[in-house]
């Protein structure tokens, strides 16, 4: 497919000023089936759809007020985890690689991102040799870190390795109660990432202290996805009123803390990052 020269697609990293990104609002949200430890926890209460929707709009509307153009893919009713946009698709340099879903639940989804791709005469790779999610897939200039999950298996990553040479892809093999690699690492800046320590083995938390200082997560944080904060660029970084500590210590280091609550939404759990797929991120 030939891409459209006049459409910009890039991200080199997790912290690069965020120009466009990809969303879905959650007109069908609930948790119909268990799928994670977080729903397990709400599935009595369910959610709250009204609730959510209203919390989508504030976070869509503080992407905007920052100057971001979001893109929102249709919603459908078949795909109740479809506000989760990070999984189905993620840009690593300037390729766009469409997602393997790893639970049946949710395989579907990347269909509708596939045509909106179409639809904009933009060039993608379909990873559907192995399942893979974006969740699991983050990214620091020539490198790329992957969780070992249970949504993301390790022959999708060596494919992943061979489909990126210039790239050194580091797999992260994670408790799989914790869902995906974003829920229990967090890359803020070159120099320093959020971290859950207790879902990573001590080789992998050697590996990852090796490239960045890392900023430890407390178990009650982890579990309202104090990890899963999204960072648009220049300091700035969106995250939950709820996580207190994570937001005193990242202001503490210079960051300008966005709240923004979507409480309702990481019931199923999912939250900032999980509800974004960057396109284009500004080379810095």
């Keep these: 497919m030939t ?25 069908y949200m609930e948790i119909s089936e268990v799928i994670n430890e977080t729903q397990r926890h709400y599935a009595d209460r369910n959610i709250d759809i009204e609730l959510a929707l209203k919390q989508h709009d504030m976070f869509v509307s503080a992407l905007e007020k920052e100057g971001i153009e979001v893109i929102k893919l249709p919603p459908q009713k078949k795909y109740p985890e479809q506000v989760f946009t990070r999984d189905i698709g993620f840009t690593l340099g300037s390729q766009i690689f469409v997602s393997q879903m790893g639970h049946g639940l949710r395989q579907g989804e990347e269909n509708i991102l596939i045509d909106w791709l179409k639809k904009e005469g933009r060039a993608y790779h379909n990873l559907k040799e ?143 990052r999980c509800c974004t797929m960057p396109i284009y991120r500004d080379s810095i």
């Design 3 to 27: 891409l459209s020269m006049n459409k910009k697609q890039l991200c080199r990293s997790e912290y690069a000023p965020l120009q466009t990104v990809i969303v879905c609002e959650p007109t």
């Design 130 to 272: 192995h399942s893979i999610e974006g969740g699991d897939v983050l990214i620091d200039g020539d490198t790329v870190f992957v969780g070992v999950s249970g949504r993301t298996c390790k022959d999708a990553i060596f494919y992943l390795q061979q489909l990126l040479p210039i790239h050194k892809v580091v797999p992260i093999p994670i408790e799989e109660s914790y869902l995906h690699l974003d829920c229990v690492f967090n890359i803020l800046s070159s120099e320093e990432a959020l971290v859950y320590s207790e879902a990573i083995s001590q080789k992998e938390r050697e590996i990852l202290a090796s490239h960045y200082q890392l900023i430890e997560v407390e178990k009650e944080e982890q579990f309202t996805l104090g990890t899963n904060v999204l960072s648009i660029g220049n300091k700035k970084v969106l995250s939950l009123p709820v996580n207190k500590k994570v937001n005193r210590e990242l202001r503490n280091r210079g960051y300008d803390v966005i709240e923004v609550d979507l409480s309702e939404i990481i019931k199923s759990g999912g939250s900032f």
